[in-house]
Nanobody, 113 residues
């Protein structure tokens, strides 16, 4: 059973930065790709970024160049560094592991204009 717990969300002004963290339990973290998703009010959940077990990364067009996904396999922790935030980035952010289709509870990010 995988457990994922996000943290680091909050309220920030446009142009600001936040770093999200996702702590994972269990032995599966280092061998699995990990994702960050987000869901804004009234919108579908969307994939923001993916990092493979070997560190390869992919980003949604809307965040490329502003967000950086990373992982620390020794700490079983996934990160999302978010810079140059805009109000359009306001959403609940979730980490996801394909193994077991595991999701965290989400962390709210609110960007004020």
């Amino acid at each position: 059973q995988v457990q994922l717990m996000e943290s680091g969300g909050g309220l920030v002004q446009a142009g600001g930065s936040l770093r999200l963290s996702c702590a994972a339990s269990g032995i599966h973290f280092r061998i699995n790709s990990m994702d960050w998703y987000r869901q804004a009010p009234g919108k579908q959940r969307e994939l923001v970024a993916t990092i493979t077990s070997l560190g390869g990364t992919k980003y949604a067009d809307s965040v490329r160049g502003r967000f950086t996904i990373s992982r620390d396999n020794d700490r079983n922790t996934l990160y999302l560094q978010m810079n140059s935030l805009t109000p359009d980035d306001t959403a609940v952010y979730y980490c996801h592991m394909l193994y077991g289709d595991s999701w965290g509870q989400g962390t709210q990010v609110t960007v004020s204009s």
